[in-house]
T-cell receptor
Framework: KQEVTQIPAALSVPEGENLVLNCSFTDSAIYNLQWFRQDPGKGLTSLLL?????REQTSGRLNASLDKSSGRSTLYIAASQPGDSATYLCAVRPQAGTALIFGKGTTLSVSS | DGGITQSPKYLFRKEGQNVTLSCEQN?????MYWYRQDPGQGLRLIYYSQIVNDFQKGDIAEGYSVSREKKESFPLTVTSAQKNPTAFYLC?????????????FGQGTRLTVV
């Protein structure tokens, strides 16, 4: 059964730092992978979607990479800001027609 | 604006009551999902539906029921058989076809047993 792990569970950085959030999954045969942001008490906001045939996706200061063979994805955040403080969730879709399987998230705190 | 609307935002349930959480989407998505989120446990799948009048159980379906009579709507009923229903409930949708696109989520319903 596919399992998704996110390390670390929490991360604190000063404003302006570049940082990397990690996501690993146990079965490399995935359909796609999606990164989300969640603010306290709110729903999930989609950040980036990577299809299984892609290696990376970029949106503004965010860059997500995918290495299926090693079962890993990273979310790179450049020049972090206090507004980036949130929980970041990684989810994989094992096959077309299946539901997303989530990691437990990394809670990021960026101090000014 | 296109999106997913969950209502109510907060819901209180008495012991032995059934309650229904609403999820409506105007994204013309075929697939819809219900997840439960508890502190420290991440999101767990309750039910999902790929098309109208069809749905499948997720990992924690016991004590819950759903219906999918319309493409736009996927209500979740929390029955009295669910012994620990206090949680944050999230609804999501995605399109189907040759390539599944991004999943989008509603703002959630927080259910509390009183």
């Amino acid at each position: 059964k596919q399992e998704v792990t996110q390390i670390p569970a929490a991360l604190s950085v000063p404003e302006g730092e570049n940082l990397v959030l990690n996501c690993s999954f146990t079965d490399s045969a995935i359909y796609n992978l999606q990164w989300f942001r969640q603010d306290p008490g709110k729903g999930l906001t989609s950040l980036l979607l990577i299809q299984s045939s892609q290696r990376e996706q970029t949106s503004g200061r965010l860059n997500a990479s995918l290495d299926k063979s090693s079962g890993r994805s990273t979310l790179y955040i450049a020049a972090s800001q206090p507004g980036d403080s949130a929980t970041y969730l990684c989810a994989v879709r094992p096959q077309a027609g299946t539901a997303l399987i989530f990691g437990k998230g990394t809670t990021l705190s960026v101090s000014s | 604006d296109g999106g997913i609307t969950q209502s109510p935002k907060y819901l209180f349930r008495k012991e032995g009551q059934n309650v229904t959480l609403s999820c409506e989407q105007n994204l013309n998505h075929d697939a819809m999902y219900w997840y439960r989120q508890d502190p420290g446990q991440g999101l767990r799948l309750i039910y999902y539906s790929q098309i109208v009048n069809d749905f499948q159980k997720g990992d924690i379906a016991e004590g819950y029921s759903v219906s999918r009579e319309k493409k736009e709507s996927f209500p979740l009923t929390v029955t009295s058989a669910q012994k620990n229903p206090t949680a944050f409930y999230l609804c999501a949708s995605t399109s189907r076809g040759p390539r599944y696109t991004e999943a989008f989520f509603g703002q959630g319903t927080r259910l509390t047993v009183v």
